[in-house]
């Protein structure tokens, strides 16, 4: 999958359980220009079984998903998304694209998140990241 701006992603999800985190980076994302949509999940859980349905629809066309992933929530934190993430066929992956998202920058978190192969970047929260066109 090749995208050339914000808006090739047919959709954007923000997992985080940090509501207010959540917000600010829904109202970045729209303040930069992203026009589709955004959604929210403050359970990782709930965005992991999102992910997992939209591997599984027998889809011709290939949507784009970009993931923004806070890495310390409670139940399933960000690295058991990633591991979970990580069973599925790289043909059902293919269309995701991961950001991980930390309060701290903590480079053993960056390390960690740049040597996962599932991972596109990582960035400090809440997101304020200018996307280039």
Not at 37 to 60: C, M, W
Request: with cysteine.
């Amino acid at each position: 999958m090749s995208t050339n701006t914000l808006n090739d992603f047919e959709c954007i999800l923000l997992i985080d359980d940090d509501a207010l985190s959540n917000q600010l980076s829904k109202n970045h994302l729209r303040n930069i220009g992203y026009l589709n949509e955004i959604i929210i999940f403050e359970r990782s859980l709930d965005g992991f079984d999102y992910v997992k349905a939209k591997t599984k629809k027998n889809n011709p066309i290939k949507c784009s998903v970009l993931i923004f992933i806070d890495i310390n929530m409670p139940i399933l934190d960000g690295w058991g998304f990633l591991e979970r993430f990580d069973s599925f066929e790289e043909h059902e992956k293919e269309i995701f694209r991961i950001i991980v998202m930390a309060s701290s920058h903590d480079p053993k978190d960056i390390k960690k998140a740049y040597k996962d192969k599932n991972v596109s970047g990582y960035m400090a929260k809440p997101l304020s990241v200018h996307f280039k066109g």
